[in-house]
């Protein structure tokens, strides 16, 4: 039943109505049809079958098989429209219970008045009313059964001389009015009991999603196994971590993932004082994996939980970074007066006119000194003011083209020597625009520097792993593979007049972004920076 169906009104026209929902009221009118129909029948098949009990005594036999199978026809023909649904609910339901009263007074004229005892199948008309329709038309009903059954009482004892049993009769029509209430009562408090349910099935249903987005959305990788070891459930940052293990199908055991990862669990399942496990995956890479117990009133579940080394190891070298940038920013302040007093110093010589030519060149050497140092000054002081990222949505083909007019601008450099190419369109990412900017100041910078200048710079957009990611092609020669294990590390250079900083920052913003940057060497054998960005609608929690 879809949330649209909840609570939808059947209205009455002598009241404001009723609520039940859609499929429920439906199937309360079969059972309905399915009482009328087996009432009907059983009149006709007394009829036929020379039944002559005493309660049958036929004021007009002729009339008694007309009204029985005109009530077996009515019959049938509203178990079609019930099921066929046509009319609407409300009109079905109080024409069915109108006719109701009318045949079955008619039947109990003709089988010898209220003394025949067929007006107590009115209560069950009655109790409909309360339960298919509600309000005031349930005691409408209950009003009109209560005055047939009066009208067909008197008529009988004017016409056709009937021993009077009006206290009967009365008592009858008050247990009309009784039993509508009641109807009434237990089909309102039905409804009340089927919208708590349905709101704590919502809740529980919220609850769900919202448990589920969280763990899906988790930097930590999650596992549910079973104590078979058989895998039920996982999230993206699972297949992340052990994502180049993975080839057609995802694994199905721990024993796909890691031999040492199904030993471990195996071991804590034996002796659960230790639960946690270091092992090694391929390409030497070191997954630390902890080890938990869900136990449920059905089942008994095992939770594994797995972090990259490496990222814990980040982490632990950025809090140590974070440390030493603000000694560093100390220190810096302090360098940063005697140096100003040198650089002025130096200004100052250089200008004297008995200064001779190898002394000038004493001074320029100073003033180049002075500017790196200023340089390096500043970009320790930047990491000591780095604030957290404001992200935000953003059209990365759009930012792209305009960041690349804006860069050729500010540098002076030619549109000639940049070429983009796009893989992907309609790509949408969450991060800090200004930070970004950052990145491929850097980037951009460094492939004008040291990159072929007789070629142009590629930047590349492409969707790799679901992820959005730029590409930038330098064509500049290949690092060798000890450098480029240090090329991320702050004051790490092999430029005389580079600082070290430039390539850490930029990594140190895309990681503050949930984004990853990474050095690699192409097929042709030519330098490459790849930056991958979360997406606008898949952000991980950080925990």
Excluded at 44 to 54: K, S
Excluded at 253 to 267: A, C, K, P, R, V
Aim: net charge neutral; with cysteine; charged share 15%.
């Amino acid at each position: 039943m879809t949330p649209n169906q909840k609570n939808t009104i059947y209205p009455c026209p002598f009241s404001k109505g009723y609520g039940i929902e859609t499929e429920q009221a439906w199937s309360l009118l079969k059972v309905f049809f399915t009482y009328r129909f087996t009432v009907s029948s059983l009149f006709v098949i007394l009829y036929y079958g020379h039944f002559d009990p005493a309660i049958f005594k036929s004021h007009n036999i002729q009339l008694y098989p007309v009204i029985c199978h005109s009530y077996l026809a009515v019959s049938i023909i509203s178990g079609f429209a019930t099921f066929y649904r046509i009319p609407s609910y409300s009109v079905q339901a109080q024409l069915n219970i109108f006719s109701d009263i009318i045949f079955i007074t008619l039947i109990m004229h003709v089988s010898g008045s209220i003394g025949s005892g067929i007006g107590i199948l009115l209560v069950v008309s009655t109790a409909a009313g309360g339960l298919l329709i509600g309000g005031r038309c349930a005691l409408f009903f209950a009003a009109l059964a209560s005055l047939s059954i009066l009208f067909e009482h008197i008529y009988s004892v004017q016409s056709h001389s009937t021993t009077p049993l009006f206290t009967y009769t009365g008592m009858l029509g008050a247990s009309y009015f009784t039993i509508a209430y009641l109807s009434f009562i237990l089909a309102k408090r039905t409804e009340q009991s089927d919208q708590i349910a349905y709101q704590h099935k919502q809740t529980i249903s919220n609850l769900e999603d919202l448990n589920r987005h969280i763990i899906q959305n988790l930097q930590s990788g999650i596992i549910i196994s079973n104590s078979e070891q058989k895998i039920k459930m996982y999230n993206e940052a699972a297949l992340s971590i052990i994502g180049n293990l993975i080839h057609a199908t995802p694994p199905q055991y721990l024993s796909e993932i890691s031999t040492q990862l199904s030993n471990s669990f195996y071991q804590w399942t034996i002796d659960n004082s230790q639960n946690f496990s270091l092992i090694s995956l391929a390409e030497h890479k070191q997954i630390h994996c902890r080890f938990s117990l869900i136990q449920t009133q059905q089942d008994t579940f095992h939770m594994i939980i797995l972090e990259d080394i490496y990222l814990y190891n980040q982490q632990l070298q950025q809090s140590k970074l974070a440390s030493l940038g603000r000694l560093t920013a100390s220190i810096a302040h302090e360098i940063r007066n005697p140096l100003g007093a040198i650089s002025h110093a130096s200004q100052l010589l250089s200008e004297a006119p008995t200064l001779q030519t190898e002394d000038y060149r004493l001074t320029e050497i100073i003033q180049s000194h002075c500017l790196r140092m200023n340089k390096i000054i500043e970009d320790v002081l930047q990491l000591s003011r780095r604030q957290l990222s404001k992200r935000e949505k953003i059209q990365l083909n759009l930012w792209l083209d305009h960041y690349l007019q804006g860069f050729i601008n500010d540098t002076g450099s030619s549109l000639n020597n940049f070429k983009i190419s796009t893989k992907a369109t309609d790509l949408w990412v969450y991060m800090d625009a200004g930070h970004l900017k950052q990145i491929f100041d850097n980037l951009c910078s460094n492939a004008l520097k040291y990159g072929d200048s007789t070629q142009k710079i590629i930047i590349e957009i492409s969707l790799i792993n679901n992820s959005p990611c730029i590409t930038l092609y330098d064509n500049g020669k290949p690092i060798d593979q000890e450098t480029a294990n240090h090329l991320f590390e702050p004051f790490f250079t092999t430029s005389p007049s580079g600082t070290g900083l430039g390539l850490y920052i930029s990594k140190e913003l895309a990681e503050l972004n949930q984004a990853k940057l990474s050095y690699a060497v192409t097929e042709d054998n030519k330098s490459s920076f790849k930056l991958c960005l979360p997406k606008a609608d898949s952000s991980k929690i950080e925990i």
